[in-house]
């Protein structure tokens, strides 16, 4: 009977969950803080680099606001960029959760973020083949927010015609250094 006890837990917690019961489990971090606000939040590129046809940017959050929590992936909504001869357009791109060629991922973990200070991740493409896209600028939608920051940015990226240009994002981490060097 013992070893059932923390699975039939786990199932009471999952349906509670399920039936909106209000347990406190998602509604806030668990610092007790409110969760980091885009239009409190201020964004810049603070790092470049490129090994082995694979760029990377790191991106750095500034917390003008209250203090405020933060944990998971940013997720890249929009991308606007061309083709190198091209005009500036919107570009199709879809972004993968986990580690670059050139920087570790520490996971998802709670950040506490006190007015003034940064949190940033890493965002990585490749250009070892196909079209080559320079892109401009991406929209970022951070974890517990319901709009999107803007973000200049100057990279590339490579895709096939018609196919998405892949971006891979890190977890957020402390600081603006973003994750370390893999």
Known sequence: ????????????????????????????????????QSDELGARITSTGSVASQPWSTIAFTNNGN????EGYPRIVAASGHTYQGSIESLPVTAIEGPLYE???????????????????????????????????????????SSSLRVPVDTTGSASRGSPIQLRVTALVRGTNGPPGG
């Open 103 to 145: 920087r570790t991922d520490p996971g998802p973990h709670l950040i506490s973020v006190a007015e003034g200070s940064h949190f940033s991740f890493a965002l990585g493409t490749n250009t070892a083949s196909g079209t080559i896209y320079v892109i401009t600028a991406i929209s970022v939608m951070l974890p517990g927010n």
């Open 67 to 70: 203090p405020c929590s933060i």
């Open 1 to 36: 009977m013992r070893r059932y006890v923390p699975w039939l837990l786990l199932g009471l917690l999952t349906a509670a969950a399920a039936l909106g019961l209000g347990l406190g489990l998602a509604e806030a971090p668990a610092s007790g803080d409110a969760v980091c």
